[in-house]
């Protein structure tokens, strides 16, 4: 029934947002609030267990990717940059908005996860440029913009106005974190990376 409840919640989010009431989730699904309330305490309660999901679901795809054995450095380090969780329609910048400002406890949740979980990302350009797929970085450095520019393209004061999806922002982001902005013709306009081999660690 929990997992039933959290999908209904789902659907009213993206339908009305935060401003759902337990009396919308009960008429939704045909059920007395009463049966709510036996699985979950508050409104607040079922949207803290939906992030909590979602954060989880990125944790584990993470962990998937890195794990599989069949992927190159450079394809898992694109996957987890593009992994978009699926379970908060965090491809609504009406909802993601509404959490900044309505339930900043969530949305902390949702920050500490574009902030700090970076972990993985690390050991994959270490083994990356240890191994010659990826030219000599200064991985600290790499981090910091990866992590900033997620962080920008989920703020949804840019969700807000932006044509593109969160998806196709992403892809966007990942193209040029990846690849660089630099057509293949004109890399000779670009010279080389400034960085040398001791800045690596």
């Given at each position: 029934?929990?997992?039933?409840?959290?999908?209904?919640?789902?659907?009213?989010?993206?339908?009305?947002?935060?401003?759902?009431?337990?009396?919308?989730?009960?008429?939704?699904?045909?059920?007395?609030?009463?049966?709510?309330?036996?699985?979950?305490?508050?409104?607040?309660?079922?949207?803290?267990?939906?992030?909590?999901?979602?954060v989880e679901e990125v944790?584990?795809?993470?962990?998937?990717?890195?794990?599989?054995?069949?992927?190159?450095?450079?394809?898992?380090?694109?996957?987890?940059?593009?992994?978009?969780?699926?379970?908060?329609?965090?491809?609504?910048?009406?909802?993601?908005?509404?959490?900044?400002?309505?339930?900043?406890?969530?949305?902390?949740?949702?920050?500490?996860?574009?902030?700090?979980?970076?972990?993985?990302?690390?050991?994959?350009?270490?083994?990356g440029i240890e191994s010659?797929e990826l030219r000599p970085?200064?991985?600290?450095?790499?981090?910091?913009?990866?992590?900033?520019?997620?962080?920008?393209?989920?703020?949804?004061?840019?969700?807000?106005?932006?044509?593109?999806?969160?998806?196709?922002?992403?892809?966007?982001?990942?193209?040029?974190?990846?690849?660089?902005?630099?057509?293949?013709?004109?890399?000779?306009?670009?010279?080389?990376?400034?960085?040398?081999?001791?800045?690596?660690?």
């Amino acid at each position: 029934m929990k997992d039933k409840l959290q999908q209904a919640a789902l659907a009213l989010l993206t339908q009305k947002g935060l401003k759902f009431t337990m009396g919308d989730l009960a008429a939704y699904l045909g059920i007395s609030k009463r049966t709510i309330y036996e699985h979950f305490a508050s409104k607040e309660e079922i949207i803290s267990s939906i992030v909590d999901d979602a954060v989880e679901e990125v944790l584990q795809t993470q962990r998937r990717i890195y794990e599989d054995e069949d992927w190159s450095i450079v394809r898992k380090i694109k996957a987890i940059l593009s992994i978009v969780p699926s379970g908060l329609r965090l491809v609504d910048a009406r909802l993601l908005e509404e959490m900044k400002r309505y339930a900043p406890q969530e949305w902390r949740k949702i920050d500490s996860l574009l902030q700090e979980e970076w972990g993985t990302v690390e050991i994959l350009l270490h083994q990356g440029i240890e191994s010659g797929e990826l030219r000599p970085v200064h991985v600290p450095t790499v981090i910091e913009c990866m992590r900033g520019a997620t962080f920008a393209i989920y703020n949804p004061d840019f969700l807000m106005n932006t044509t593109v999806s969160l998806t196709s922002a992403v892809e966007s982001m990942v193209d040029m974190l990846m690849h660089g902005i630099v057509s293949p013709t004109n890399e000779d306009e670009v010279g080389s990376s400034p960085f040398g081999k001791e800045l690596i660690e």
